[in-house]
């Protein structure tokens, strides 16, 4: 689902604002200042292109071939993205890991169906875990058998990234890309800056 509106706001300044649905969240870019329609279409255009070749769940996907498959050539977004993940992975000590893939499944998170499961079924999936299951050498991509990559911890962080690059190049002047929660904003008008409201874990109401 996608809508794109557009309006003059104060002073005549042109904003753009554009709502979707993808990488299963809810995402909103707003622009004001210069070509604003045409940034945050090029922003769809860059999330719904990232998704293709990124998502889990989608079978044509870079990510998903090499799941169902066990190896790869991916694309080189997918394979700078996996390259990233695994120094994340080596830096934290596995704290961070999108070999987890096998544990998003069984909890079913992204599902229609999510459930807590038992001890014992995570026991049995936790060997599958760890940045030793992948081998990667460029765009070449293996992974050992049973184990599988979910970059849902990262790939929205990518995708907020590379918006904020098209925002800027566009010549905006001011944007913000809420990318389900992972937001990025910045103004180049003089005018104030963004507000940004944080929701109170004791209300969820307050702020």
Same mark, same amino acid.
């Given at each position: 689902?996608l809508l794109a509106l557009s309006l003059c706001g104060?002073?005549?300044?042109?904003?753009?604002?554009?709502?979707?649905?993808?990488m299963d969240t809810y995402m909103v870019i707003t622009?004001?200042?210069?070509?604003?329609?045409?940034?945050?279409?090029?922003?769809?255009?860059?999330?719904?292109?990232?998704?293709?070749?990124?998502?889990?769940?989608?079978?044509?996907?870079?990510?998903?071939?090499?799941?169902?498959?066990?190896?790869?050539?991916?694309?080189?977004?997918?394979?700078?993205?996996?390259?990233?993940?695994?120094?994340?992975?080596?830096?934290?000590? %596995?704290?961070?890991?999108?070999?987890?893939a096998p544990l998003v499944e069984l909890w079913g $998170?992204?599902?229609?169906?999510?459930?807590?499961?038992?001890?014992?079924?995570?026991?049995?999936?936790?060997?599958?875990?760890?940045?030793?299951?992948?081998?990667?050498?460029?765009?070449?991509?293996?992974?050992?058998?049973?184990?599988?990559?979910?970059?849902?911890? $990262?790939?929205?962080?990518?995708?907020?990234?590379?918006?904020?690059?098209?925002?800027?190049?566009?010549?905006?002047?001011?944007?913000?890309?809420?990318? %389900?929660?992972?937001?990025?904003?910045?103004?180049?008008?003089?005018?104030?800056?963004?507000?940004?409201?944080?929701?109170?874990?004791?209300?969820?109401?307050?702020?």
């Open positions: 689902v104060c002073g005549g300044t042109q904003e753009s604002r554009l709502e979707l649905f993808a622009a004001e200042g210069g070509d604003t329609e045409e940034a945050v279409k090029s922003v769809s255009r860059e999330i719904s292109r990232l998704e293709s070749v990124l998502s889990r769940t989608i079978d044509t996907s870079s990510v998903s071939r090499l799941n169902t498959e066990g190896s790869a050539v991916l694309d080189e977004d997918t394979s700078s993205l996996l390259a990233a993940a695994l120094t994340y992975s080596a830096d934290t000590n %596995g704290a961070f890991d999108v070999t987890i $998170i992204t599902s229609d169906d999510p459930r807590v499961p038992s001890q014992e079924e995570i026991d049995a999936l936790l060997p599958l875990v760890g940045g030793g299951h992948i081998r990667l050498d460029g765009q070449n991509a293996a992974l050992d058998e049973g184990c599988a990559v979910d970059l849902g911890g $990262i790939a929205k962080g990518y995708a907020s990234d590379r918006a904020a690059e098209l925002l800027t190049n566009g010549g905006t002047e001011r944007a913000c890309a809420n990318l %389900g929660g992972n937001v990025y904003v910045y103004s180049q008008s003089g005018r104030d800056a963004w507000n940004v409201a944080i929701q109170d874990p004791k209300g969820k109401d307050g702020y």
